[in-house]
């Protein structure tokens, strides 16, 4: 899939609704990142999958994908609200990360016992276990820093760029352990 192609009709589109008014450019950057990762992970399932596949291992990958479409229809209407899209954004972080390591522990429960079945070893399990792990931490400071910044923008409206700038952070590290996990649950299909 070429991602740049994707990024640019993503922001093609965005720039109608930003045109209309029903977005601005900072809402519009978080929902092409969102969007983006969406598109990736829809993509890796329905391009990489192997019919031989056991069950389980397709069953982790759909629950992901569910997991994940369902919170970006927070998304839908337009959050002019920097304080409405902060809060809906770490929503959605918390519960994409959430499912992204839930799928990534039950791949990981049975490949370890048997990590020749998943074409692994058991140091390359922990490596990516470790992987997951740090990108878990950076999803969860930035869910911590965009809610404090959301709580001080009630008060302050002057740290709007800060909270700007975070949200993009927190959707970035919210894609990367997505398509980490994905990556991950993909592998075992070699």
């Known amino acids: 899939m070429n991602q740049t192609l994707v990024r640019s009709v993503l922001k093609i589109g965005a720039g109608y609704f930003i045109a209309k008014g029903f977005m601005n450019d900072a809402t519009a950057e978080i929902i092409i990142a969102g969007l983006g990762a969406l598109i990736g992970v829809v993509w890796g399932i329905c391009h990489r999958a192997n019919p031989n596949a056991g069950s389980d291992a397709a069953g982790s990958k759909i629950g992901l994908l569910l997991a994940l479409a369902l919170p970006a229809l927070l998304f839908t209407g337009c959050a002019h609200d920097p304080s409405k899209l902060a809060f809906q954004a770490e929503t959605l972080a918390a519960t994409s990360a959430d499912a992204a390591m839930r799928s990534y522990a039950s791949y990981w429960n049975k490949a370890i016992v048997t990590p020749e079945k998943f074409h692994r070893t058991e140091k390359g399990l922990q490596d990516e276990r470790a992987m997951l792990s740090d990108a878990s931490i950076k999803t969860g400071a930035s869910i911590e820093l965009v809610e404090n910044l959301r709580v001080a923008y009630v008060t ?30 993909n592998s075992t299909n070699k």
């Open 156 to 185: 302050n409206s002057a740290v709007k760029p800060q909270l700007q700038s975070a949200l993009l952070t927190l959707t970035d590290n919210t894609a990367g352990i997505v398509t980490l996990a994905n990556t991950f649950l």
